[in-house]
Structure formats: structure tokens, C-alpha cells
């Protein structure tokens, strides 16, 4: 979901147009690589469309320290590029309202 995409955040316009040309070309680089992989069944290909937000920088909040590292916290792998599920039934507390938003 939304909640968990990586971001880009500039502070200048040469930021965004230069950031926003590196991920056209990266992303016309994937799509070459998805042409390869054609005859390979969608679940078993993987994604080849960026879905990293660029905007603009805005305040900036640091996650609550028990949302920090939490995935190392568990024992789990979480190095760029990682590919292993992350198990979410481990981060549930059932005494905390899970769509309520921080205060």
C-alpha cells in the first residue's frame, strides 16, 4: 500500500527535473528488461514499473521508536532489493486500534 511506498523528496527545481529524468530512464531500462521475460508467467517475473513518489520536501516526522527498524527488530531481512514477504501478523498488537491514526 501507499503507507509503505518509498519517496523522493526534492528541495529545488533542478532536484525534481533531474531525479524525475533518472527514473524515466531507469523505468525505460525495466521496461527493456520485461521484454526479456515475456514467456515468463506475471507472478514469477516480478514488478518493472517504479512506484517511488516524487514531491516535493515538506515537514518531516520521524516514525515512533517502536516503528523503528522494526523488520530487524523481528529478525527479518530488510537490505535493498530484498525480496522475502514481509510478515505482518508479527507487527499486530490486538489491543491497539489498527485504523486509528497516531496522535
Known amino acids: 500500500g501507499k503507507q ?3 519517496g523522493i523528496y526534492y528541495h529545488s527545481a ?5 531525479t524525475a529524468q533518472a527514473m524515466q530512464q531507469v523505468q525505460a531500462q525495466l521496461l527493456e528488461e520485461e521484454k526479456k521475460v515475456k514467456d515468463v508467467p506475471p507472478e514469477e517475473k516480478g514488478d518493472f514499473k517504479i512506484v ?5 520536501a ?3 516526522w520521524s516514525a515512533e ?5 522494526y523488520l530487524e ?6 537490505w535493498k532489493g ?4 514481509i510478515h505482518t501478523s508479527l507487527f499486530l498488537d490486538p ?3 489498527q485504523d486509528e491514526a497516531p496522535s
Not at 65 to 69: A, C, E, I, L, V
Not at 73 to 78: E, R
Not at 82 to 85: D, E, F, G, I
Open 73 to 78: 527488530k523481528l529478525g527479518m531481512p530488510s
Open 82 to 85: 530484498c525480496q522475502s514477504p
Open 95 to 97: 489491543e491497539e486500534d
Open 14 to 18: 533542478s532536484q525534481r527535473t533531474d
Open 58 to 60: 515538506a515537514e518531516f
Open 4 to 6: 509503505y511506498r518509498s
Open 65 to 69: 521508536p517502536r516503528h523503528q527498524q
Open 52 to 56: 517511488t513518489d516524487l514531491r516535493a
